[in-house]
């Protein structure tokens, strides 16, 4: 594949992977709707589109990572969206955008003979700075084999998931959907633990060498809720989102997801409660909030 490929969406997770492809020497051509994140892009030597249509002008292979399934339906398909291009042939969503929506994309985009490829990625921010992110692809084998070795920049774990548009996506929706449980499970006993009198870093220590342990234990509440920094860098409103593209897909075959409602209940709670600009660790606040305990650094 060739080293040029444009960029869309330069925020927490696509600004750090865009900057290892620019790292290996790739050409970007890069577009998003913050002048300021722009600049700072035309700064490090990229170069800018105005519109997602002029980027499919320019590039033959567009990567997006945009917040919501409606950016990017509208950055794809849009009056002045990546289908507009004459030059583009390649799409690759590395967004969480829920089966619905990718395979929606995926056949506007074939109608102006551009190819679609689900990549959502897993690994929070530190994972795209790191490059160990996952990455799930959905979409023809030999064309996501061709993407493979440039995904691999931005994700040591490439898996293909299968040739259907949405694919990918359904893998990442339940991956987030195990991931928005294991937090709010791993809140709650913490709080209870602290409640007790347990220390909760002796707590946590236990935990990562005993039954409990996920990626909450491991990596979240260590780093970002016990020293009270409340930086995973992932936003509310994103998972809240991720969760209900789980729970829809459910409904739409039928699945009963007894656990699944639950914890998108908690996330609705938080929306309720003006979250969804905040990290996804302060979910932990309601709970310490109900039990009157705080977990980790007080001072
Ligand atoms: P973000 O809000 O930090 O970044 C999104 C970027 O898209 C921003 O720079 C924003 O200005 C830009 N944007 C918004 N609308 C646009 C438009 N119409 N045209 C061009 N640019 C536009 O979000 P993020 O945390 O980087 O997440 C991006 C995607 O990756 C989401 O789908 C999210 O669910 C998924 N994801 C996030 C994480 C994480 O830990 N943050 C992890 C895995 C997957």
């Not at 030597?45 to 990572?65: I, K, N, Q, W």
């Not at 530190?126 to 691999?152: F, N």
Request: proline share 5%; net charge neutral; hydrophobic share 45%.
């Amino acid at each position: 594949m060739a080293k040029e490929v444009g960029f869309i969406g330069m925020g927490a997770m696509g600004g750090p992977m865009a900057r290892r492809l620019m790292a290996q020497d790739y050409k970007l051509t890069v577009h998003d709707v913050r002048p300021e994140i722009v600049a700072e892009w035309r700064d490090l030597g990229a170069d800018v589109a105005a519109s997602p249509a002029e980027l499919g002008s320019r590039v033959e292979t567009v990567l997006v990572s945009l917040p919501t399934p409606d950016v990017v339906r509208e950055v794809a398909l849009g009056a002045d969206g990546i289908a507009q291009g004459s030059m583009v042939k390649t799409f690759v969503d590395l967004s969480t955008t829920g089966p619905n929506v990718a395979a929606q994309v995926a056949r506007g985009l074939a109608a102006k003979g551009i190819t679609a490829v689900d990549a959502p990625v897993s690994g929070g921010v530190a994972g795209a700075r790191a490059g160990s992110l996952s990455v799930m692809l959905a979409g023809p084998k030999a064309l996501c084999d061709r993407l493979t070795p440039t995904l691999r920049i931005i994700g040591k774990n490439v898996f293909y998931i299968g040739p259907t548009p949405g694919q990918g996506q359904m893998m990442k929706v339940i991956n987030n959907l195990l991931s928005a449980a294991a937090l709010v499970a791993s809140c709650e006993v913490m709080v209870l633990g602290t409640k007790f009198g347990l220390d909760p870093k002796v707590m946590v220590d236990v935990l990562n060498v005993s039954s409990g342990r996920n990626s909450a234990t491991e990596e979240k509440i260590p780093r970002a809720v016990l020293p009270r920094t409340f930086d995973v860098g992932f936003r509310t409103e994103l998972l809240h989102k991720d969760v209900r593209l789980c729970i829809e897909q459910a409904e739409q075959l039928g699945v009963p997801m007894w656990l699944g409602q639950t914890v998108r209940q908690m996330w609705a709670f938080a929306m309720s409660q003006g979250d969804g600009q905040q990290d996804i660790s302060t979910i932990i606040k309601h709970m310490e909030r109900w039990a009157q305990v705080t977990v980790g650094k007080t001072d």
